[in-house]
């Protein structure tokens, strides 16, 4: 393992700082051009042809400066927005790609995944939010697409489980032993917004799910089918 020195750090800081400052603005190339016309020689001044593409270079360069300055309000402003709009989600009940889910006053969400092809036999694990194992549910076999299945809330044990938000994996094989692939939803009612890092993200079953990751948006009440 190579470790970087406190040194080593600050070089690469200074360098990637004069690299950027080595970049030529608007401002820097018109101060070429007024020192060129300042410096040319009056017996033998500079060709005007040429003068007049340093002119044009120049406006064509502010023009993309602006544009980029106008693309940069604009996603600000989107993101403004998005951040107002997300607020709606609030009491909602989302699905989203994850693997979390939440057991509430005894109850289990219901868990929703998709199947790629049919598959023999369909098991799924139960974790607590600090990865320890709880239960273990045997699904049979089950047909490609879209699944749901409920967890009765109990442990290994049979002992019920206490409320908080919990994880699953889904493992899906053929009797010839070839794995099937899935995709795992999380699937929640939605109780916050978080917005730091400027990255917008829904709380449900008390984890943070990113509002990318929302693939279907329901009225609280509704049964989502994952």
Do not use: C
Not at 91 to 105: E, H, I, L
């Amino acid at each position: 393992m190579t470790i970087t020195g406190v040194t080593d750090v600050s070089n690469q800081t200074s360098t990637q700082k004069t690299q950027i400052n080595n970049v030529m603005g608007k401002d820097d190339f018109l101060k070429l051009l007024v020192a060129q016309l300042q410096n040319q020689d009056p017996l033998n001044p500079a060709d005007s042809t040429a003068f007049t593409a340093q002119l044009a270079q120049f406006s064509s360069l502010e023009q993309l400066q602006n544009i980029n300055d106008s693309l940069d309000s604009f996603k600000s402003s989107q993101a403004t927005t998005n951040s107002i709009q997300s607020a709606d989600f609030i009491g909602k009940t989302v699905t989203a790609t994850g693997n979390s889910f939440g057991v509430n006053d005894g109850q289990a969400d219901p868990l929703h995944f998709n199947l790629t092809n049919n598959a023999d036999s369909v098991y799924l694990q139960i974790y607590d939010k600090y990865g320890n194992f709880v239960s273990d549910i045997q699904a049979g076999a089950l047909s490609a697409g879209e699944q749901t299945v409920n967890w009765n809330g109990r442990d290994a044990n049979g002992m019920a489980v206490a409320d908080g938000a919990y994880t699953y994996t889904v493992m899906a094989m053929n009797s010839d032993g070839s794995s099937v692939g899935s995709t795992s939803y999380t699937t929640g009612v939605v109780t916050g917004i978080d917005f730091k890092n400027g990255d917008t993200k829904l709380l449900i079953n008390d984890q943070e799910v990113p509002l990318s990751s929302v693939i279907r948006l329901e009225e609280s009440g509704s049964q989502a089918n994952g």
